[in-house]
């Protein structure tokens, strides 16, 4: 949680964990952020200015067209001049939205953002309709791209000119330059792929994909993007890599940061982009995969161990956050031996033994746990 102690309110209305707790609470994420507001009190304005941001944009499909723009606009002023219940009171009076400071600072950031996102789809989609049959980076270069479509039923390799690797799925499709020459190393995919970039934090690589840009600086992935499905995934296995939708109002400071700007993913993370909701859901990749070096693989073999410090060495192993009470699973030991299984049924053997239960949120394991009866 220390990561949003610089945090500003655009910051946090962009963030995908601060989004799911504002619109989806649990018992365990409220704990999260109520611990961390205590220790951070000055950021308390920011937290709710933040959250009364989400609460009015639930962000939607930016599919609008000219007309639709005025709609938006009026939508939007509709939304941030509602009534506010004054909290405290049996009886129920009514106060205008605008005469308290902070909602005016959040009804005015939420209407900057919703109207830029609305006329940003419209430009985008001009220039689409101008230029049938084409896909340009954000940066307007038009140089020409080689293109390599895999009509076999066989993955096929590819080579970069800066010693990146490509492995494109059958059925898939990429476009790139034969040299990269500009700020940044841009190629274009349709399908599956499986990328190994070679390191070059001075030219970042990005790849755009059925509305999605992943953004990385040197690492490993898999990107599933395919024409008909209303889905885009990514899937780290080494390192890290951003990714941010084209409908991103700041999608231009994303690409043309050095810096990894966006939902940021590490190894056994993967990102699921909704396209028709625009809606990101960080979690974790199907079968997680130990990131340590095979020295450093642990033995998995417990005896009498208390379940905190079981947990702390499976997060180590698979490079992962577990979040637990380490007051409740102190006293909580375990005797076992888990060295053939995966990480769910790891958890799932540890969980059963502690009497606790496990949920994956944004990308971290999270235990749920009333402490052990004996």
């Known amino acids: ?43 308390l304005e920011k937290v709710e200015q933040a959250k009364a941001i989400v609460l009015s944009l639930r962000l939607h499909e930016p599919d609008i067209d000219d007309v639709e723009i005025n709609q938006v606009v009026k939508q939007t002023v509709g939304r941030i001049t509602e009534t506010y219940e004054e909290p405290g ?34 430009t985008m989609k001009r220039e689409e309709k101008s230029r049938p049959g084409q896909q340009h980076s954000i940066t307007g270069h038009s140089d020409a791209l080689t293109e390599k479509i895999n009509s076999t039923s066989q993955t096929i390799e590819l080579a970069l000119a800066d010693g990146s690797k490509i492995s494109l799925a059958p059925k898939g499709r990429i476009r790139y330059p034969e040299r990269f020459d500009g700020e940044r190393r841009e190629v274009f995919l349709e399908g599956e792929a499986f990328f190994d970039i070679a390191k070059d934090p001075g030219h970042p690589f990005l790849v755009y994909a059925n509305g999605l840009v992943t953004k990385v600086l040197g690492t490993s992935f898999r ?47 993967k990102i699921i982009y909704a396209r028709n909701e625009v809606k990101m859901v960080k979690t974790l990749v199907e079968k997680p995969e130990m990131v340590v070096s095979k020295a450093e693989i642990p033995q998995f073999e417990f005896e009498d161990t208390p379940a905190s410090d079981v947990f702390n060495t499976i997060a180590r192993a698979y490079g992962i956050d577990i979040l637990y009470d380490e007051a409740l699973l102190k006293d909580c030991p375990l005797t076992a031996r888990l060295d053939n299984q995966t990480l769910h049924d790891k958890l799932n053997i540890i969980c059963k033994a502690v009497e606790s239960s496990y949920e994956i949120v944004d990308g971290q394991v999270v235990i749920h746990s009333k402490g052990c009866r004996n």
């Open 89 to 122: 009171r049996t009886s129920r009076r009514l106060v205008p939205v605008f005469s308290i400071p902070w909602m005016q600072f959040a009804a005015s950031v939420a209407f900057i953002v919703l109207l830029g996102w609305a006329v940003y789809s419209v």
């Open 223 to 269: 990107i599933k993007a395919y024409g008909d499905s209303r889905e885009v995934t990514v899937e780290v296995k080494t390192g890290k890599v951003a990714v941010f939708a084209q409908s991103d109002p700041h999608l231009n400071e994303k690409v043309a940061d050095k810096h990894l700007q966006g939902v940021v993913l590490t190894p056994n993370q």
């Open 1 to 43: 949680m220390d990561r949003y102690n610089d945090f500003s309110v655009e910051d946090f209305v962009w963030d995908d964990f601060f989004r799911q707790w504002t619109l989806s609470p649990t018992p365990e994420t409220d704990a999260l952020w109520d611990d961390w507001i205590d220790a951070n009190p000055d950021m």
